[in-house]
């Protein structure tokens, strides 16, 4: 009677679907595996903000007056904040847009993988991705331009929680956007143009100093700025602060729009994230 009773029970175990949080792995290992087989899409993401860095840092070699930095060095932690940026909503909006007008996401739909899962498989690539740009513009900084890695665990500490609020910011961001291109076609200019402006207008390629204030005020709005300030707060000297608009990193203030961005990002993906095209109803 007991191993009658036993088997039905082992065998509705065994039959039971991995959970979100299983097939979200697996998903971030096929998605990983996908984007290092595309080679021209693996050395533009990496070689971009790399290649920009080198241009910036050539041109730009003087000292910064009063602040105890050089211009080249001011443009690692930017090109930094711009990369993590790059990998998670340049990529993710681009890519899903892609990938909804080329049906994947309806067949995708149609299959018993819970819906988080494909979710939990962009996040994973984009964190595999983003730790792995930082880390290359890490040593190009520190190897070509002087920049000095912290010292201290509290230092550390504030550059993961900044990399994670930010990182996660950018690619709730870019899943948000991907549901505006209205075709595969017009997925790059949609994103990579407000990506582009946003860039111009959070200090990623002009000094803060040089910047109109209503510009760093737009540019206050989006997470890039914060994500570039807090960077610099953790790898410029403390007498850097004063290129800063408020004088000071405002670490409190980053946390709190960073945070508020990813529980921003997360309701519009929310509102606006569709599994089909327009034209697909």
């Known amino acids: 009677m007991t191993t009658t009773e036993t088997r039905p029970r082992t065998q509705a175990r065994s039959d039971r679907l991995p959970g979100a949080w299983a097939v979200g792995l697996h998903r971030g290992a096929l998605e990983i595996r996908q984007f290092f087989r595309q080679r021209d899409q693996v050395v533009f993401t990496f070689a971009f903000p790399v290649v920009f860095l080198f241009l910036f840092a050539s041109i730009f070699q003087d000292d910064v007056r009063g602040s105890g930095v050089t211009a080249s060095q001011l443009y690692v932690p930017a090109m930094m904040a711009s990369g993590i940026m790059s990998t998670s909503f340049q990529s993710l909006g681009i890519s899903i847009a892609v990938e909804r007008d080329e049906k994947v996401l309806r ?51 504030d550059f993961t929680w900044i990399f994670v609020l ?99 990002g997360l309701a519009l993906c929310l509102l606006t994230f569709r599994w089909k095209n327009r034209r697909d109803g």
Not at 139 to 153: E, H, I, M, N, Q
Not at 188 to 201: H, N
Not at 216 to 234: D, E, S
């Open 107 to 157: 067949r995708l739909r149609g299959t018993p993988m819970p819906p988080a899962a494909y979710f939990l498989g962009k996040i994973w690539l984009v964190l595999f991705t983003g730790i792995l740009e930082t880390a290359i513009l890490l040593l190009v900084g520190t190897t070509l331009y002087g920049v000095d890695l912290p010292s201290d665990a509290g230092r550390w500490f």
């Open 166 to 264: 930010g990182l996660t910011g950018c690619a709730l961001l870019g899943i948000a956007i991907s549901s505006v291109p209205r075709s595969a076609r017009s997925a790059s200019s949609v994103v990579v143009l407000p990506f582009l402006v946003v860039q111009f207008v959070s200090g990623v390629y002009i000094s803060i100093g040089t910047i109109p204030d209503w510009m760093l005020n737009i540019g206050a709005l989006f997470p890039l700025k914060w994500l570039c300030q807090g960077l610099r707060g953790v790898f410029l000297p403390d007498s850097a602060r004063v290129l800063e608009q408020a004088g000071s990193w405002e670490f409190g203030r980053i946390a709190l729009v960073l945070a508020a961005w990813c529980v921003g």
